[in-house]
């Protein structure tokens, strides 16, 4: 008896332990460097996953070089450059087992190259060609393209670009064929890295496993990424440029009428309001998921900013506002949520699911690390050279941890995962620890 009374205690513990605690940050040491090249490029690129840390930058010839990484040691792994060549390059984007390198584009209809190299040995995959404002959503085997050059949603194998699956967009009465997809997120994709917006960095950690598309028809169907197959429709749902924001097992839609709905992505059944403007003069400017089966709302009056507030509504709960003036956007931290500005000067405000302000108009750019830990940077990340002042947040606490400087880096090229920070400098590319080994 008492030794199945230690297994259950001990299941009990398991289940109950803080799956993001606090890291025990560490100010920044001497960090590792990466060559890059013979001469300073004129731009620089990284991406992690996991333990592996893409660096990329154009060379002379035009084509991309590519280095990956042990982003914890800075140990190279392999050196390769693209086939392809662009006058200018967009980035580089970490996949499950391989890294997308995306040519720039001049305009939304311009076509340019995605090129796919195996993350195991650098060799050649597969290439593309998309259009300029084409988008790009990464599964496990598949990723979704919205290609509108050919009105219609495809999906590539991962593993050789092959079309596994194409959908046609829908169309309104007019003959329109203009939408907006949507990833749905999981638990496990807003606990890991974000981007600046709250999207996640880390494929590998949640990947994208349905796709809500809304259309000009206004109706709204869940696709399932990896096969393509419609999953579900609703008719009258929402104007392709709604806010709408999908999580695990709901959709949430906020409309000019004031209504913030929830549909219950497993049913075809009527929404759920969750909330409703008290008058015409409030508006919702953004929207995100911040509970199970709850959404947060980031509302102003008569177009202030200054009149920000989160409204916080969850099925069968009610709803709660919580004031959070000046700011413009939200992040989801797993269960809390991160109301943030950059301009004119960048600011954020953590709530608890609560309500209770764990940073409250803190200076500076703040990004998430994973659920229970944030970066706080006192400046936003431009494309400059600059040396730049970070900090590590604990979302519990709200304690501040000054990290130090990254001495002459290129801020908008930093990428992070939960232990190393990659950046361009200017000349090379430097990895900083940033917690205790």
């Not at 109301?339 to 954020?348: K, N």
């Not at 002459?408 to 200017?426: A, H, L, M, P, Y």
Request: aromatic share 6%.
């Amino acid at each position: 008896m008492a030794a199945l009374a230690g297994v259950a205690t001990a299941t009990v513990l398991y289940l109950t332990r803080d799956r993001h605690p606090e890291l025990d940050f560490e100010a920044f040491g001497k960090p590792v460097r990466v060559a890059a090249g013979g001469e300073r490029p004129v731009e620089m690129f990284t991406a992690v996953a996991g333990d592996r840390a893409y660096l990329a930058y154009p060379r002379e010839d035009d084509r991309l070089a590519v280095v990956a990484v042990d982003a914890g040691t800075g140990k190279e792994l392999w050196r390769k450059e693209s086939a392809t060549t662009a006058d200018q390059w967009a980035g580089v984007v970490a996949l499950p087992g391989a890294v997308a390198l995306l040519a720039d584009a001049a305009g939304s209809s311009t076509p340019r190259q995605l090129e796919v190299l195996d993350g195991g040995h650098g060799g050649p995959r597969w290439r593309h060609t998309v259009q300029g404002d084409d988008e790009m959503f990464v599964g496990r085997d598949v990723v979704a393209v919205t290609d509108h050059e050919r009105k219609r949603l495809v999906g590539l194998k991962l593993s050789n670009g092959d079309e596994k699956w194409s959908l046609p967009d829908l169309t309104d009465q007019y003959g329109s064929t203009r939408d907006s997809v949507h990833p749905v997120t999981t638990d496990p994709a807003v606990s890991g890295p974000g981007y600046g917006d709250g999207s996640p960095r880390d494929p590998e950690q949640g990947p994208i496993e349905q796709l809500v598309q809304v259309s000009a028809d206004k109706s709204v169907r869940l696709i399932d990424l990896d096969s393509g197959h419609e999953a579900r429709r609703w008719k009258a749902v929402a104007e392709p440029d709604d806010l709408v924001a999908a999580h695990e097992d709901r959709l949430y839609v906020a409309g000019d009428d004031g209504r913030l709905l929830a549909y219950d992505l497993g049913k075809q059944a009527q929404p759920s309001v969750l909330y409703t403007a008290e008058d015409d003069n409030r508006r919702a400017k953004a929207l995100a998921p911040c509970g199970e089966h709850r959404a947060c709302l980031l509302e102003v009056t008569n177009s202030d900013d200054k009149t920000a507030a989160v409204v916080a509504a969850r099925e069968g709960k009610g709803v709660k506002r919580w004031a959070a003036p000046g700011m413009t956007q939200l992040v989801p931290v797993g269960e809390r949520v991160l109301a943030r500005r950059i301009y004119p000067e960048p600011a954020a405000t953590l709530f608890a699911p609560d309500g209770t302000k764990v940073l409250d108009d803190e200076d500076g750019v703040a990004v998430r690390v994973d659920a229970g830990n944030l970066l706080l940077f006192a400046d936003p990340l431009g494309s400059g050279v600059d040396d730049r002042s970070v900090a590590g947040v604990g979302a519990g606490s709200g304690k501040v941890v000054p990290l130090g400087e990254l001495k002459d880096v290129r801020g908008d090229s930093c990428s992070w995962n939960t232990q190393v920070i990659v950046c361009g400098s200017e000349e090379d590319f430097v990895l900083h620890r940033f917690v205790r080994e």
